[in-house]
């Protein structure tokens, strides 16, 4: 650890804070369709788009309207980029001949099952890629059906984000919002703006956009080796700052070519969490009461400092088995303080490696740029437990504050019976209802990550079936012992949380894995949206209790201490018995000299 990494660290975190509230204000003034400085000019573009789909921006939907709409429009989407995946072939846009007769012999083919996985990675904002993204898609793959679905399951996670935060700022009413009016707003004056400067910011940087066919380049060995080129920088800023994750190329944010720089991995890193956190803001300033909103920030915040600090000091002492064996690592060749520099981009070093690893966890984004499975295992369970806790320690676009909200219900719930009283949370009595409610959505992340796990590592399919080629799942794995366990938790996690990362110690490109890791998607996806509109509806219905001396202050430290204590415990009891097979067990027998 070093002087100058924790400075990087500090200075990512004032940055954070420094556009939390602007760009706050500014996403309160889209969600309630208000004019922003923005309106004059793309104001009549939002008109022009309802009358074209017929749509009554106007018209108020109840949660049951709203959710139809909303997984309509993700079902039909979902099928569209399915299509788009198995007759890339027959389209344009392919200088390599992907999925083509002539085809090079290092490219995959987009099977059925690989193009359901990623239709559904895509859809549900996960990014799960199966496949190398260099080998294997088109570049009309990457920008209608990838890129596309970036953008508008980003959109969808704001839309469900704005009808909770109704819920608790509305009364007396059925009406949350309207579907097409908040994927429609979001998508014309945050997304599109956003995507223009921070494209041409990339391309300035150094990041390709080009429909150029790869180059061929000859090594200094003589050996002929490709150059994938491509619309690299139109898909990378959304994959950012939608916090999708998804690389054009395998390598993702650890290659130059989709993250050249210091700067560019520093705005990076700011834009994932851009979003959430200024989600905050706006869900404070809709409800009255902005601290309310930075107590749920502050939560986010505490939580990933922490994870951050743990991950880089396990990094930054390393595998003791080196200094051992007397090995010099590459950083002690370079002067550096020593540490685990396998799988790192040594451009980045430690701290930048750490902190990104940590953010793309928190959030619901699955971009790298250092390998998380050569990660030590005290980081890999910081990995593991960022998703494992739902994605809220900021999460995805709306995701994370939805799930926040979820655990703030809940700890409301807890508070009340500490006193006696009838838990309120924002002037709104939380009854039985909501908390069932809660208690479905943390449980369908539970049991999506859990039983799958099991699934995949006891199952015994027959050897070579259609399901798994290679025989039983756990065939797949290029580790054995806690580390192989905790690969396959950790794919489960990423599904589930719609992350999208990987330890990539696995090979999950089967029929077996492609199916349940989509069956994972749609639930850590979907099955969670369901329960947030239902409350969002209940909560609307509910009139205001005018708060008295006996109502739990939330708007106070004493809350943000609560909160995150409630966070942690559910989590440990949720998921520590499995973290203690993995990557605690195998941090104690990595300083027994055993390694896997």
Not at 451 to 471: E, H, M, R, V, W
Request: with cysteine.
């Amino acid at each position: 650890m070093t002087a100058v990494g924790w400075l990087q660290i500090t200075v990512f975190a004032l940055a954070l804070l420094l556009i939390t509230k602007p760009l706050g204000i500014f996403l309160w003034h889209v969600m309630e369709g208000k004019p922003q400085f923005l309106s004059k000019i793309l104001g009549p573009v939002e008109q022009l788009t309802y009358k074209l789909f017929g749509v009554d921006a106007q018209e108020e939907m109840n949660w049951l309207r709203y959710g139809q709409a909303l997984l309509a429009f993700s079902c039909v989407s979902t099928l569209f980029t399915y299509a788009i995946l198995r007759i890339q072939g027959l389209l344009p846009f392919n200088p390599m001949h992907f999925s083509m007769a002539d085809a090079p012999s290092w490219s995959t083919q987009v099977t059925p099952d690989l193009a359901f996985n990623t239709a559904m990675s895509f859809a549900t904002n996960t990014n799960w890629q199966a496949y190398s993204g260099e080998s294997t898609m088109s570049y009309l793959s990457q920008m209608l059906g990838l890129a596309f679905h970036n953008w508008i399951s980003a959109a969808v996670g704001f839309a469900v984000a704005a009808v909770l935060i109704r819920g608790f700022s509305r009364q007396n009413t059925a009406g949350l919002g309207n579907f097409w009016a908040d994927i429609s707003r979001f998508s014309l004056y945050v997304l599109f703006p956003a995507g223009i400067l921070y494209s041409l910011f990339l391309v300035w940087q150094g990041v390709p956009q080009s429909f150029d066919a790869y180059k061929v380049a000859t090594t200094l060995e003589g050996v002929s080796q490709w150059i994938p080129l491509g619309p690299i920088a139109s898909q990378e800023w959304i994959k950012m700052l939608g916090i999708n994750g998804g690389g054009f190329l395998n390598a993702n944010s650890s290659h130059p070519f989709e993250n050249p720089t210091p700067l560019t991995n520093f705005v990076q890193m700011v834009s994932i969490f851009a979003l959430p956190a200024a989600l905050t803001y706006t869900f404070g300033k809709s409800v009255g009461d902005t601290r309310q909103g930075w107590v749920l920030l502050s939560v986010m915040l505490i939580l990933c400092l922490a994870g951050t600090a743990l991950c880089y000091s396990a990094e930054a002492i390393g595998n003791p088995n080196f200094d051992r064996l007397g090995v010099e690592t590459s950083s002690k060749v370079l002067g550096d303080s020593g540490g685990n520099q396998e799988g790192k981009e040594l451009r980045f070093g430690l701290a930048n490696s750490a902190l990104f690893a940590d953010v793309t966890t928190a959030a619901s984004c699955g971009a790298v740029n250092s390998m998380h499975d050569s990660f030590t295992p005290v980081s890999g369970l910081v990995l593991l437990l960022n998703m494992q806790l739902g994605e809220i320690i900021f999460g995805g676009v709306g995701s994370g504050l939805y799930g926040m909200l979820i655990y703030a219900v809940l700890t409301v719930f807890i508070a009340g019976l500490m006193v006696g009283r009838t838990p309120e949370y924002l002037c709104k009595k939380i009854e039985k209802k909501e908390v069932k409610l809660a208690m479905l959505f943390l449980l369908v992340s539970a049991f999506s990550i859990l039983a799958l796990t099991a699934i995949s590592t006891c199952c015994d399919l027959p050897a070579k079936g259609f399901l798994n080629p290679q025989g039983a799942p756990w065939n797949n794995i290029n580790n054995s012992g806690p580390h192989g366990l905790s690969e396959i938790l950790y794919a489960f996690s990423s599904a589930t949380g719609n992350n999208g990362s990987a330890f990539a110690g696995i090979s999950v490109n089967t029929p077996f894995y492609n199916t349940l890791l989509a069956v994972a998607m749609f639930a850590g996806r979907f099955l969670m949206i369901i329960p947030v509109l239902v409350m969002a509806g209940s909560l609307a219905s509910k009139k205001l209790v005018p708060a008295t001396s006996g109502t739990f202050p939330t708007n106070t430290w004493l809350f943000v201490v609560l909160l995150t204590g409630v966070i942690l415990i559910v989590g440990a009891l949720t998921f520590f018995p499995v973290l203690t097979l993995g990557p605690i067990v195998e941090q104690f027998l990595m300083h027994e000299g055993r390694l896997f």
